[in-house]
């Protein structure tokens, strides 16, 4: 069943996810990104991200509920987005570093991971607060 802080969770991933990500990508460091040659694509295809962050925002506000603990709402929030930035990094980041030609491999690892843990932060608090203080029992309660 769908609920109304899944909805909210998913929107709040794919709301802040767009804004840090054109910010980052496409304003503060896009001449760092040109020089660095990883991105071929000379205008992005902007309706193919925005599928990719409901994809990814369906799937983290429905795993976010499962995981439980009796943590704050933020720290909570705050763990669970540095995970999953870290699973998504490891895709994003270094397997395009390892497939893609960059002109600078130091520069983009240091860059787009930084990236990832602003963005997971963030998006893991907001999450965090979206679906509030999880009612645990002890014997069910899974450690992140």
Not at 2 to 19: E, H, M, N, P
Not at 42 to 66: D, N, R, T
Request: aromatic share 12%; hydrophobic share 55%; proline share 2%.
């Amino acid at each position: 069943m769908i609920t109304r802080k899944f909805l909210l969770a998913t929107l709040g991933y794919i709301v802040v996810t767009f804004i840090i990500a054109a910010a980052w990508h496409l304003v503060l460091f896009k001449d760092l990104y040109d020089q660095l040659g990883i991105f071929s694509r000379k205008e992005p295809l902007i309706h193919l991200g925005l599928i990719s962050m409901m994809m990814q925002g369906f799937v983290l506000a429905y795993i976010f509920p499962i995981l439980r603990t009796n943590e704050t709402v933020i720290k909570r929030g705050l763990k669970f987005g540095i995970l999953i930035g870290i699973l998504m990094a490891s895709s994003a980041v270094f397997a395009e570093a390892g497939k893609q030609q960059v002109s600078s491999l130091s520069t983009w690892l240091l860059l787009e991971s930084t990236y990832y843990v602003i963005q997971f932060a963030i998006v893991g608090t907001v999450i965090g607060l979206i679906y509030g203080k999880a009612e645990v029992e002890p014997k069910q309660a899974t450690k992140l």
